[in-house]
């Protein structure tokens, strides 16, 4: 079993910038990770992705704002996230793949305009 609690989420103005916090239950050095968000009435969608090599991937939306890493000493996985806009307004959840997928309670995140 494993358990993602995620932190950092606030309000923030348009331009500002958060780190969240995915801190994991179990050692995550190789487990691949990622960072996902959900908006009122869309679907969740994938922000970042890291591999347990340290390899990223980025949606379209947030590529050279947003950026992914991880702490494996600390059981940690973070984003970064400069230059926010209003349309990044959403729970963002943390996710682990280890056999199945685990989940996150998710962090609110607004950015008013």
């Known amino acids: 079993q494993v358990q993602l609690v995620e932190s950092g989420g606030g309000l923030v103005q348009a331009g500002g910038s958060l780190r969240l916090s995915c801190e994991a239950s179990v050692r995550i050095s190789s487990i691949n990770m990622g960072w996902y968000r959900q908006a009122p009435g869309k679907q969740r969608e994938l922000v970042a992705h890291i591999t347990s090599g340290g390899s990223t991937n980025y949606a379209d939306s947030i590529k050279g704002r947003f950026t992914i890493s991880r702490d494996n000493a600390k059981n940690t996985v973070y984003l970064q996230m400069n230059s926010l806009k209003s349309e990044d307004t959403a729970v963002y959840y943390c996710?682990?793949?280890?056999?199945?997928?685990?989940w996150g309670q998710g962090t609110q995140v607004t950015v008013s305009s």
């Open positions: 996710n682990a793949f280890l056999f199945r997928i685990y």
